[in-house]
């Protein structure tokens, strides 16, 4: 239950609410993604205006704001875009930084909704529940033109939008949730020439954590621990003599990768795979 | 326990996963499927059965494949399942990966509640791979996948498009798979989505529509679409990148994107996101006045759509 819900109970702290959300201030969060500039690899964000689509008949441009990371969690970047209605954005890094240079880190993106979207916000069903969320895609090419792409699946932690004081301090302040966490997707052993990892930490909080490889049989086949700063992306690089070992073991036909902690409720890892010498492949674990 | 508010309700279909098969590309599909939920009153062993169907919707076969203990997850290649089954793969195809609790063994019809059945769907998240081993290609997608097109669950029927992942060059096309499924192989509805493809500038290039037939998957090229138009090279031109809006008013389809090399068989793959993580809440009536303005704006004009029909 979130804390929203929570004070919702009480009556008077209720009508106040409503009487915020109705006015237009709608917890807003900005989701967060990996951003890579490096390794043969150029990353672009893609972004739509949504707000045309819940509420068409207010067309109106709206304002994205970009930060970008590096992988120590360095804040290198902020900068405000204007998408129009129906339209997108699609940033690589010299769009967002001015320049081409190599770098991999978090990019989060918030979509700040117009005036006369904010007046419409007490429109939404179910008011006193309701956040507004800023998924975006990055695609990753390399220089062939294969690409990969995929959502962004958590959001920035310690910052939100839209809502007013004290209530966004409240949320922004809730601690990280940490906990174990293993994928379901079983990745083949054969022919896998590369294998990286992206444990990215979307919180305020510094953390650690062990990344794991288990086996189909979910014996640990290879580990290693992490410390991760604040928004720290760290792309792990599993040793080729390691896929070799795992090749020649025979019995480990197919992996699946783990980690004690994720840093936050939904921070999966990203994973990226080379397979018997073709493109680059990527999942969210 | 919760009432089993759910009534006669076929069990293949209490915890699916369909995807597809692209077989006339000339990729495999192979599915890693779970028992994910581990504990609590719902969780139990499943059995796991595959079924597939034709490019019109005709189920060729089902094959049993075994139970899966909760918590475990297992992978299989469905070209091999469909050669021991003598089924051709080199065709479009939909594949479904039922996941039925074993105590549904042999019955045809069953109550169950809608928190079980929900409950499962929230703890499965089941992984797709395409895959051209020679080229080296192996991608993939996880998705989640609650009961489509059943008005036990869905009052209204829509589906809204909004994905900005059109990558068109001259050797990439950007290729959207809509599946129009149900839960029971009786479902007889066709779906239809109406489409405009815009550009960053959110500038229209053309409208059209596209039926999909019941139990089955259609592919919208938007290479294709704009070589209809004549307007491909201009929108290459422009940088080649854009969006496809869809709106869909009598069917929940799923939609998966899928950005391709056409050297290369290389593909970027992602199923679109809902209008539920955008705003937390949407849904009932907003939502369908919302899908009427947008119908009304972008395709009312049923003279506008003589764009392209797919």
Redesign the interface.
């Known amino acids: 239950m979130s804390i929203m819900s929570t004070l919702a109970k009480n009556p008077l702290i209720r009508s106040s609410y409503e009487g915020v959300l109705g006015a237009g201030f709608i917890p807003r969060r900005a989701f967060a993604h990996f951003f890579i500039n490096d390794s043969g690899l150029k990353s672009q964000i893609h972004l739509q205006n949504y707000y045309s689509f819940f509420f068409p008949d207010s067309l109106t441009a709206a304002t994205a704001t970009v930060w970008l990371h590096d992988h120590s969690g360095k804040q290198i970047a902020k900068k405000s875009f204007e998408v129009a209605p129906f339209g997108q954005l699609y940033l690589g890094i010299e769009d967002i930084l001015g320049k081409d240079i190599p770098m991999e880190g978090m990019v989060y993106v918030d979509l700040k909704p117009p005036r006369i979207i904010r007046k419409q916000m007490k429109t939404l069903p179910n008011l006193l529940g309701v956040e507004a969320n800023t998924p975006f895609w990055v695609s990753f090419r390399d220089e062939n033109e294969n690409y990969m792409y995929v959502h962004s699946i958590e959001s920035y932690r310690g910052k939100v939008f839209g809502a007013m004081w004290p209530l966004n301090k409240v949320m922004e302040k809730a601690p990280p949730q940490r906990d174990e966490w293993s994928s379901w997707r079983l990745l083949d052993v054969n022919l896998l020439d590369e294998f990286q990892i992206v444990v990215m930490n979307h919180s305020r909080v510094q953390g650690n954590t062990t990344l794991k490889v288990f086996d189909q049989g979910n014996n640990v086949v290879w580990s290693k621990e992490i410390k991760l700063e604040p928004r720290e992306s760290n792309r792990v690089r599993i040793p080729s003599e390691e896929i070799s070992r795992w090749k020649e073991l025979r019995d480990v036909s197919e992996v699946r990768i783990g980690l004690t902690a994720l840093m936050t409720s939904n921070g999966k890892p990203y994973v990226m795979m080379r397979y018997g010498g073709g493109p680059l492949s990527l999942h969210h674990g | 326990m919760p009432d089993l508010d759910v009534k006669d309700f076929d069990p293949l279909f209490y915890r699916p996963c369909i995807f597809p098969i692209m077989g006339e590309l000339g990729y495999g599909t192979s599915v ?1 499927v ?1 028992n ?1 939920l581990t504990n609590g009153p719902f969780a139990s062993e499943m059995d796991i059965t595959f079924t597939f169907l034709s490019e019109e919707g005709k189920v060729l076969g089902s094959k049993y494949m075994g139970s899966l203990q909760t918590g475990h ?3 299989h290649d469905t070209r091999e399942v469909l050669d021991s089954m003598g089924i051709q793969r080199e065709k479009r195809m939909l594949g479904v990966a039922h996941v039925v609790p074993v105590r549904f063994r042999g019955l045809n019809k069953v109550d169950v509640s809608r928190a079980e059945l929900m409950a499962h769907v929230s703890s499965s ?3 797709i791979e395409f895959r051209q ?10 998705y989640q996948m609650g009961p489509q097109n059943d008005s036990r669950f869905n009052r209204t029927r829509t589906t ?1 498009l ?4 059109v ?1 068109v ?1 001259e ?2 096309d950007t290729v959207f798979a809509l599946l129009n499924v149900s839960t029971t192989f009786d479902y007889h509805d066709a779906g239809n989505m109406e489409y405009s493809i ?1 550009d ?3 500038n229209s290039y053309g409208l059209g529509t596209i039926e999909v037939k019941p139990w089955t998957m259609a592919f919208l090229s938007v290479r294709e679409a704009l070589n209809k138009l004549g307007k491909l090279d201009q929108f290459i031109a422009a ?1 080649g ?3 496809i ?1 869809g709106l869909s008013r009598d069917s929940g389809m799923v939609p998966i994107s899928m ?1 391709r ?1 056409l ?6 793959c ?2 679109t ?1 809902p ?1 539920i ?11 369908i006045e ?1 899908n009427e ?2 119908h009304k ?1 972008l395709f009312a004009d049923s003279g506008l759509l003589q764009g392209v029909k797919a």
């Open positions: 890693s779970n994910g997850v297992v992978k998240d089941d992984f081993e020679p080229k080296g290609v192996i991608t993939g997608l996880a809204l909004q994905a900005p992942k990558i060059s050797s990439v815009v960053a500038g959110g940088g990148l854009g969006m809006i950005t090399n050297n290369t068989g290389a593909i970027a992602d199923h996101l209008p993580y955008y705003f937390t809440t949407w849904g009932g009536q907003r939502r919302a303005s947008l704006l």
